[in-house]
């Protein structure tokens, strides 16, 4: 029993079927075809209090995400660093490989979107509680290229405030240099800067 126990864990020799096969064994399937894992889970910042993170699993002597392999298995090589298991099932413990597909963390973020599940586009109103109305909101990709919303009301009132601090100033000096081009004409003495 000691050596079959040695040759089943100890080997590399296992196929993805048999992976396959082990790591379902540690599953519940719900009645809506999840394959729930209920070993130990990696929990990431995206995973809410509550909530159940990603399958941890063990595959050829590394600790891994498993749903993140069986997108490998389906992608026919290993993902990258910008690739993603997409659970379409939205449980992320979940296993099944008909509920994993690869793709990239953009897809998978406009998924979320097209879902509903993303938490920024769920946003309607700014931070100041204007909603984001198709005049009031301004499409940008200031500063990087992330598109993102800016509530024009919000940008009103900041204008309106730098213009309360600054535009005295500038009225100020715009009346100085009138009356010292008005003087210059006349060629009188120059008014000086108060
Ligand atoms: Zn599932
Ligand atoms: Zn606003």
């Given at each position: 029993?000691?050596?079959?126990?040695?040759?089943?864990?100890?080997?590399?020799?296992?196929?993805?079927?048999?992976?396959?096969?082990?790591?379902?064994?540690?599953?519940?399937?719900?009645?809506?075809?999840?394959?729930?894992?209920?070993?130990?889970?990696?929990?990431?910042?995206?995973?809410?209090?509550?909530?159940?993170?990603?399958?941890?699993?063990?595959?050829?002597?590394?600790?891994?995400?498993?749903?993140?392999?069986?997108?490998?298995?389906?992608?026919?090589?290993?993902?990258?660093?910008?690739?993603?298991?997409?659970?379409?099932?939205?449980?992320?413990?979940?296993?099944?490989?008909?509920?994993?597909?690869?793709?990239?963390?953009?897809?998978?973020?406009?998924?979320?979107?097209?879902?509903?599940?993303?938490?920024?586009?769920?946003?309607?109103?700014?931070?100041?509680?204007?909603?984001?109305?198709?005049?009031?909101?301004?499409?940008?990709?200031?500063?990087?290229?992330?598109?993102?919303?800016?509530?024009?009301?919000?940008?009103?009132?900041?204008?309106?405030?730098?213009?309360?601090?600054?535009?005295?100033e500038t009225t100020a000096r715009r009346r100085i240099r009138r009356q010292q081009l008005r003087a210059a004409s006349l060629q009188l003495p120059t008014v000086k800067d108060p």
């Open positions: 029993v000691k050596k079959a126990w040695r040759n089943r864990f100890a080997s590399k020799e296992w196929s993805n079927a048999d992976y396959l096969e082990h790591w379902k064994a540690n599953c519940v399937i719900t009645p809506s075809g999840c394959w729930e894992w209920q070993g130990f889970c990696y929990r990431f910042r995206n995973i809410k209090p509550g909530q159940r993170g990603y399958a941890a699993g063990c595959y050829r002597g590394k600790g891994v995400r498993i749903s993140r392999i069986i997108a490998g298995w389906k992608l026919g090589r290993p993902l990258t660093r910008s690739e993603v298991g997409m659970h379409d099932c939205d449980n992320h413990p979940c296993i099944n490989p008909d509920h994993i597909s690869p793709g990239t963390q953009k897809q998978n973020k406009l998924d979320e979107v097209a879902r509903g599940r993303s938490f920024y586009a769920n946003k309607t109103h700014c931070k100041h509680g204007h909603e984001f109305t198709s005049e009031n909101t301004w499409h940008t990709t200031q500063r990087d290229d992330r598109p993102r919303r800016v509530c024009r009301e919000c940008s009103r009132i900041k204008g309106r405030e730098v213009w309360k601090k600054r535009g005295k």
